[in-house]
């Protein structure tokens, strides 16, 4: 489950960002964190990678190791956000490098997030939801919520 202090980070490290691009601050939403959480959980149940069926968007973070893991709010987003290198500013929109982490992070019409976190000491799925649900392939939907500003990693 994600602690008060891996919340906050969560929220910060996303806020940093969206300010780089131009993209008002996000709040965190109880009953989507709880949405997250119970997602986080169940992917952990089943060692598995899968999107939920929420009408959200999402993000889903997965690390595991022998030796354990315990990571950040900061580290997930961090993982998500470092696709901005592989995004194309002169042809805005999805594609296969930027898959959906990126831009859902950076999503300017998204104003609230959850975060759900599920360990078993080893394996850790994090689960991110945003609403109103970005990447949206409509035309003009990309360059209106994707900003380019000082996007640096």
């Known amino acids: 489950m994600a602690d008060a202090s891996f919340q906050k980070e969560f929220l910060e490290t996303h806020n940093a960002y969206r300010a780089k691009h131009g993209a008002p601050q996000m709040t965190f939403n109880s009953e989507m964190c709880a949405s997250a959480q ?3 959980d169940h992917l952990l149940s089943i060692n598995g990678l899968q999107h ?4 959200d968007g ?3 973070h997965y690390k595991s190791s022998s030796a354990g893991s315990n990571p950040t709010g900061k580290e997930a987003v961090d993982s998500w956000y470092s696709e901005i290198k592989d995004y194309n500013w002169s042809s805005p929109g999805f594609n296969s490098n930027t898959g959906k982490h990126n831009p859902t992070v ?8 959850g975060v759900g976190v599920a360990t078993d000491g080893k394996t850790v799925f994090v689960v991110g939801q945003y609403r ?3 990447n949206m392939m409509n035309p003009g939907y990309f360059e209106a ?6 996007c640096t990693t």
Request: hydrophobic share 35%; glycine share 8%; aromatic share 8%.
């Open 106 to 113: 950076v999503w300017k019409e998204s104003s609230e997030l």
């Open 132 to 134: 109103p649900a970005g």
């Open 38 to 40: 119970k997602w986080a």
């Open 58 to 60: 999402e993000n889903i």
């Open 145 to 150: 919520n994707v900003l380019q500003g000082q």
């Open 52 to 55: 939920s069926e929420t009408k």
